[in-house]
């Protein structure tokens, strides 16, 4: 039986993506990669979890940086293989120490906010 009233779908490695947007202006923060566990370890929290594909393993957005997710509200969309985590976010969402990780254009133009500097942090 599954902990979530509508089903996932994941991928053949365990995974489905998640996409993370700010809950107050709706600007789409990053995208990112979950397991059950890390859905449950979401829901159980309230502070967003992903699944590292590099690092093979959990992890806590923010628990190194400070920059955390508090988790609003998780939607599933209409396949079921994808998640969006509206969250309040702490900071910067994405390593570069931008805002979003969404901060360039495909022509290479900076259109995002720095707000912090990852060499103070990692």
């Avoid at 789409?28 to 590292?52: C, D, P």
Wanted: contains cysteine.
């Amino acid at each position: 039986m599954s902990a979530f009233a509508v089903d996932i779908e994941f991928d053949d490695d365990g995974l489905v993506p998640v996409v993370a947007q700010d809950v107050e202006t709706d600007e789409v923060l990053m995208l990112a990669y979950a397991t059950r566990e890390a859905v449950e370890r979401t829901r159980a929290s309230g502070r967003a979890h992903y699944y590292s594909r590099s690092r093979d393993e959990l992890w806590e957005k923010g628990a190194t940086s400070g920059n955390v997710q508090e988790v609003a509200e998780i939607r599933v969309d209409c396949d079921g293989d994808t998640l969006l985590y509206r969250v309040h976010q702490e900071g910067g969402a994405c390593h570069t120490g931008h805002r979003s990780c969404f901060y360039r254009t495909l022509d290479g133009k900076n259109v995002g906010e720095l707000v912090f500097d990852p060499d103070d942090v990692y």
